[in-house]
């Protein structure tokens, strides 16, 4: 299917990378457009590429670029889906395409490859590791891929009978799969998020629902009972079914007197758990119905829980020091992360909110603040945070740098308290990426002295 075309990658990053790589090696012409100037850390992957006999064009858009005669437009899933390249494909009824639904179609048929396909607005990555590392412990021969791990296209010509691959898919990603179709694709849940991107949460409903569309009833479908979203979606699922839920004890994977069930078997206890909260013992559930369909024994499934940690930077457990526990949810750049953080924590709890300033709406965590005795307000919308703490009569402390805020919330905390940082706000008022901020709050964490 992708030998001796003429294609068009928009968007250089690791995908594209890769993407262009696996092409060339096809015979295929292909050029690689990226907007932006090359990057120091890209220097020796354009070297690379360009012996291999690719074209790029970088720091501009030429206008003429996407014409007749071009057989396929791969689109990083960054871009935007009304960039002129594709509005201008479409016109010319070129495909758009990216990475995955290109290396999808390139699976040897002859292979029987089993694919899991993970997706939701919050709990795909936890979920997608999770069901990873029960595979993984029960001696499957398993690759990660997609919005995690390495680029699917990156690993198509090592795949050997009976591998398996587990990929978490990004509503970015899924805007342009058309064909893809996993053997059991997961659902954790669907609430408003990425509309920037998506510009309405009804197109950004129908992208998720994509990753249902082709599947038959010899296929899995794992979704998730209590959300509405979710089980508005089902409908008109073709795959055979089967469900989770936190609330009600059902034929399926549920929660009953402390504990995970998977139908009628007690699969774990909660409080055997490492990782918190009731959104988490979901991705666990979502993770159990996957992996039991493959034949993985529920004390591999224990043994993984009882020492898994969590995914770096999402309600990441740092350090307990001096009583002290500290969490790092940097990848709470929205308010419905946030919400979820909260929810998990009994405890009484200093949170640093803020960061870059995009209109987000902090009244919206005011029935989850309970439990939070201070708030550190940070970033370039702090002006707004500490309007918030203050009309909530909470005791609120605003600094520009994280640094600052967090010596003051290690300050009012006492042994007992959780000191979280969940800024339900995105880093770019400061910082290249959240992780780099998630990063420097575990420095700061790691570095609190011990009291004697």
């Known amino acids: 299917m992708f030998e001796n075309k003429r294609i068009v990658i928009l968007g250089f990053a690791r995908s594209g990378y890769e993407a262009a ?165 997961v659902m954790t849940n669907i609430s408003e998020a990425h509309l920037e991107f998506m510009k309405t949460y009804e197109h950004y409903k129908e992208v998720k629902s994509r990753l249902l569309k082709n599947l038959g009833q010899e296929d899995i479908a794992i979704l998730n009972m209590e959300n509405e979203e979710v089980m508005k979606i089902a409908r008109t699922c ?83 020091k001096n009583g002290r526990k500290f969490y790092n949810d940097t990848e709470a750049t929205n308010i419905k992360c946030t919400q979820i953080a909260l929810s998990a924590f009994p405890e009484p709890t200093i949170i640093i909110l803020g960061g870059y300033e995009r209109g987000q709406d902090f009244n919206e965590l005011k029935e989850y603040m309970k439990n939070v005795k201070a708030i550190i307000a940070i970033g370039s919308c702090r002006a707004r945070v500490q309007e918030f703490g203050d009309h909530l009569k909470i005791p609120t402390y605003s600094y520009e740098f994280l640094k600052d805020g967090f010596q003051k919330a290690y300050e009012v905390s006492e042994k007992g308290d959780i000191i979280l940082l969940s800024p339900a706000s995105a880093s770019w008022d400061q910082y290249k990426e959240c992780e780099v901020r998630g990063a420097e709050f575990k420095k700061y964490a790691k570095e609190v002295k011990d009291e004697n």
């Open 21 to 185: 790589k696996f092409l060339i090696q096809r015979n295929n012409q292909v050029l690689l457009n990226d907007g932006k100037p090359l990057q120091e850390d890209y220097k020796e992957k354009k070297e690379e590429l360009e012996k291999l006999g690719v074209e790029f064009i970088l720091g501009s858009h030429p206008e003429n670029l996407i014409e007749e005669g071009v057989d396929y437009l791969i689109k990083n899933p960054g871009v935007p889906i009304d960039h002129p390249y594709v509005l201008k494909a479409h016109e010319l009824n070129i495909p758009v395409i990216n990475e995955v639904e290109m290396a999808y179609l390139s699976i040897p048929e002859d292979k029987n490859i089993q694919m899991i396909a993970i997706t939701g607005t919050n709990g795909k990555t936890t979920t997608t590791t999770l069901i990873y590392e029960f595979l993984k412990k029960a001696g499957k021969k398993v690759h990660l891929a997609g919005n995690i791990g390495y680029p699917l296209c990156s690993f198509i010509d090592k795949l050997e009978d009976g591998d398996m691959i587990v990929m978490e898919t990004s509503c970015q990603q899924l805007e342009n799969l058309d064909k893809f179709k996993p053997n059991v694709a």
């Open 238 to 320: 073709k795959a055979t079914t089967k469900y989770f839920s936190s609330k009600h004890q059902i034929n399926g994977c549920y929660i009953k007197d402390g504990a995970i069930y998977y139908y009628d078997e007690r699969v774990i206890d909660l409080a055997e758990i490492k990782l918190r909260g009731m959104h988490n013992y979901e991705n666990i559930m979502a993770a159990i119905l996957a992996v039991k369909e493959y034949g993985v024994e529920s004390e591999t499934i224990r043994e993984v829980l009882k020492e898994f940690q969590g995914v770096e930077h999402r309600l990441e457990f740092v350090v307990e």
